[in-house]
């Protein structure tokens, strides 16, 4: 492995660790939505039905690999605990992972320069603390490692490298279903680099390409084929507002899926776009502005041209991710003509100018991830023991319940207790219309949506039909729409939360697990994904051919 990426690793886990070990995670949007599916795999790995959201919900509606990966580790550690282990194992691997696809593009010093920037890069550090999009970044490593391993496939033809970027691909498919997107650009990409670069003669170049791409997406489709069977079946949602869809050139878009992205990168784009003129920089060119153009979400009407009406639920932060993953191997050739200049005309010498650069990247890395704590994104943590203490009191558990301005610690409070409601933080895979057609996200944070609190009067009308029988209010805003729909004030908890009842929910909730097993689906889907990981790993060993 080269030097520069066991310095970058070491970097990330300087970096990372930290952030980890405090729980930073805690405050973001995802993290615990990630570990209430891991839960369920601890729970019951074998059963495709999550009766605790959605008045239930199939967990086919979202990969299992890294969710299943997380449950494993967490017989040992504890959900929680396993997901940070699985977040800097994944953090700390993808500087390898950003050297493997740079490699493609430029020589290995170029590289090396990338690897230490990835470990630094700003839109590493946003999605893994601030959005908390562990399967993101874990599909986005995989897909690396892919694109790399195709690369050296397309010029010389042999089957081990074949195999192991096909098993990579059905990784990236078991991980995240978002990364798809990123693929075809990224395999079209490092297919022209080669014709261009004239690695290879055209037609055997496009005959591997060809059955590359025809077994591969053989594989992403078995390994986890129930997801695509539930995906047929999917009709689109009213779309829920997402500030990375808004036009970045007014609002505050660019506050959060723009600036803290790139940060000091952003002084590389203009002369990347220079030497993207070159011939032999195209290929990578492509990618990083096609990548940035979507990344821009409703700024211009790229998204609407290739996804359709689609465009409307695709959430584009993570089309500025894979953006300024593209835009490395330009960082690395920029900071080779840095250095030059550098050695030249100062007496510091690159070391010093190069730590500089690091340091000041990596500042801006650090602000990414503590953004929750400049511009809180959730409510004040809150003590959710009273409340679980009470939902596990009496029968109240057999009655569905809603929360009221606890953000993405619903989430958390999921994990704690065994009572269910019809609310959720994996909008996607809901089912009830009354959800679907309601144009926000959760019902927990009405407030926040551009509809307001007055958007759950639909819902509240027929929650009594779902057993939908206690209310927790964080957020005083709220109590006068529940007052006007029949819910009266029980009680204040111990942490000041106030719990309301629905007095018209008289039916308890019942379970219902078996009428949506599957033997068949249920086996594939608990040891496809994990059996495909392994034997990916195992060709890679085999082979005696390190992925980087």
Known sequence: MNRRVWQASALAIALHGPLVAAARYRLSFDAYTQMFFADHYQRNWWVLWEPRWYAGFTVTSYPPLIHQSIAILSFVF??????AVVLLGVVVALPSGAYAFVRLFVGPRTAGYAALTASVLPSIYLT?????????LAGLLATLWALATLGRYLRNGRWCNGALAIGLIAVVASSHHGT????????VV???????????ALLPLLRRLVLFTVVASIAALVVVWPFWIWGTDQTMQTPIDHLSRHNFLSGGAPTLFFWPMYGPLLLVIPWALWTTLRRKRIAPGILFITMCILGLGGTTP????????????????????????ALLPFVGLFAIIVERAVRRRFSLGWPFAGAAALVVTGLAAIIAALLPSFFPTQPAPLDLKPITAFLAKDDRSQWRYLTFGFGDQLARLSLLTDAT????????ARELPELRNSGIGQIDAAYWSPFGVNALNPILERAADYGVRWGFVNLYDYEEVLARHGWVQLTTLSNG???WENPAAVRPVHGGLAAHSDPIAAASWG?????????TLGLAWIGKHPIT
């Open 78 to 83: 504890g959900v929680e605990i396993a997901w």
């Open 302 to 325: 790229l998204p609407r041209w290739l996804y359709g009406h689609r465009w409307e639920w695709l959430t584009y932060d993570r089309f500025v991710l894979w953006a300024s993953i």
């Open 190 to 200: 490092v297919g022209l680099h080669a014709a261009l670069g004239r690695q290879v």
């Open 128 to 136: 893994a603390h601030t959005f908390g999009q562990l399967p993101t």
């Open 180 to 187: 798809l997107l990123f693929l075809p650009w990224g395999v």
């Open 497 to 499: 939360i106030k719990v």
């Open 527 to 535: 040891l496809l994904p994990l059996t495909t990981l392994v034997a």
């Open 421 to 428: 409601t019809i609310d959720g933080s994996y909008h996607t």
